[in-house]
Nanobody, 123 residues
Framework: QVQLVESGGGLVQAGGSLRLSCTAS????????IGWFRQAPGKEREFVAAITRTGGNTNYAESAKGRFTISRDNAKNTVYLQMNILKPEDTAVYYC????????????????WGQGTQVTVSS
């Protein structure tokens, strides 16, 4: 079993940056691909970015391309989401999930989730 804990959220002005972290516990955490999703009030959870087990490949939603970067440090059991040029529409609770399927953008492929971290972007 894998347990995930997100951190790094907060309040930032439009155009600013934040780096989210997703720390996994368990000796087999590096055996999972990790994805970031977000959920705004009244909306469904949506895919943001994903990274393979080794960190060699990544996948981004169109809304994240060019602004967000996902990376991982398996020695620290941590996956990062660097978010730049933030916009008010990026405001959401951000969740990381663990999957056996590399680079999936589908919720049902993720069997483990963290509790989420709030990101608020003011205009």
């Amino acid at each position: 079993q894998v347990q995930l804990v997100e951190s790094g959220g907060g309040l930032v002005q439009a155009g600013g940056s934040l780096r989210l972290s997703c720390t996994a516990s368990g000796r087999t955490s590096s055996n999972y691909a990790i994805g970031w999703f977000r959920q705004a009030p009244g909306k469904e959870r949506e895919f943001v970015a994903a990274i393979t087990r080794t960190g060699g490949n990544t996948n981004y939603a169109e809304s994240a391309k060019g602004r967000f970067t996902i990376s991982r440090d398996n020695a620290k059991n941590t996956v990062y989401l660097q978010m730049n040029i933030l916009k008010p529409e990026d405001t959401a609770v951000y969740y990381c999930g663990a999957s056996r399927n590399d680079l999936s953008s589908y919720l049902y492929d993720y069997g483990y989730w963290g509790q989420g971290t709030q990101v608020t972007v003011s205009s």
